[in-house]
């Protein structure tokens, strides 16, 4: 038997405006997989470049999927699939190939290894925001850099979804937040998110202010989503033994190494974390209690309704007007 679904697809690399709404034919799930009818979905920056052609590989054309992030309910479950049954609340691991598995639509079907439990008592919009962006920040920063109270973590791209993350997982930490950012009107959100300093790129020197607020002795931890040239220049604002964590590259050029060791780099993928079923185990536990306790609480930028918003809402997220995280429900 197949399933009826409504999916976002594209056929060529360019602008927003390559999406197209299509019923696809879904198959009912095989052994190891588990069909999800989607209630939210959460964008991310790799989905833009992926539709562009920039991400680190292409899609599959005509007819490619997109999507890491969505929260939803189990539809029905494929032999041999033990953990989830028809009702239960989950949300998608991230941990897939977005041309082939994406999750812009209101029906998908994923790999068992590949859907998590919704944390209880959360909504579909709030599950929806927090997987990748919260993983990532936690990988990168806990599992990776080590952060420990009281060292200074400067985050660039503060205003992302990861971005936010990061500073709320630096508070929760004990650590002190410097979020970098290049527009005035986003300061505020971020102070409201836990920063302890805001940096204005636009009007403010990063490396001094890093400086001023840190003695001079500059940032434990550098925890970057820009790369290119601007990470060699961040080097100047990280202190003599501090961890620089890549984990983005929002400038196409390759990435430059500073040369102020001993600072100690790192590439990340979140794959470190969700390719593995003990990183996603330890992932999902961290998050699960963040949410409960309250330390962790998505910044959500903007809500859109229906499928065929999805261009629009990849126009906001390049725009970079907003802060926090975008959601779209089928």
């Known amino acids: 038997m197949t399933t009826t679904a409504r999916t976002v697809l594209f056929d060529a690399v360019g602008g927003p405006e390559v999406f197209r709404v299509e019923e696809t034919e879904l198959p009912d799930p095989g052994p190891g997989e588990v069909l999800v009818r989607v209630e939210a979905i959460g964008l991310n920056r790799a989905e833009a470049m992926l539709r562009a052609g920039t991400y680190w590989y292409q899609p599959t054309l005509p007819g490619s999927r997109n999507g890491y992030e969505a929260a939803g309910e189990v539809v029905a479950a494929g032999e041999g699939v033990t953990a989830f049954a028809p009702g239960d609340p989950v949300l998608s691991a991230a941990n897939f190939n977005l041309s082939s598995h994406g999750v812009y639509g209101d029906l998908v079907l994923l790999p068992e290894t590949s859907v998590l439990p919704r944390p209880s008592g959360v909504d579909a919009v709030t599950a929806a925001a927090v997987w990748l962006t919260y993983t990532t920040a936690y990988g990168a920063l806990i599992e990776r850099a080590r952060m420990a109270p009281g060292q200074h973590v400067l985050i660039t791209a503060a205003a992302s979804g990861v971005g936010t993350a ?165």
């Open 166 to 330: 990061a500073v709320q997982v630096a508070r929760r930490a004990g650590a002190v937040p410097i979020a970098a950012t290049r527009s005035e009107a986003k300061r505020q959100a971020l102070l409201d998110a836990g920063a302890e300093l805001v940096v204005v790129g636009d009007e403010e020197d990063v490396i001094k202010e890093t400086g001023r607020l840190t003695d001079g002795r500059g940032a434990d931890i550098v925890l970057d989503a820009i790369g290119g040239p601007v990470f060699r220049e961040l080097g100047r604002a990280a202190a003599a033994d501090a961890h620089m964590v890549s984990y983005g590259w929002l400038s196409e050029r390759p990435i430059e190494l500073p040369r102020n060791w001993p600072v100690t780099v790192h590439g990340y993928s979140n794959l470190t974390v969700t390719g593995t079923a003990d990183g996603r185990r330890r992932a999902a536990h961290y998050v699960a209690s963040g949410l409960t306790d309250g330390t962790l609480r998505p910044v959500i930028a903007e809500v859109y309704d229906g499928l065929d918003r999805v261009a629009d809402a990849h126009r906001l997220m390049e725009s970079n007007r907003h802060t926090g995280k975008i959601v779209v429900r089928p």
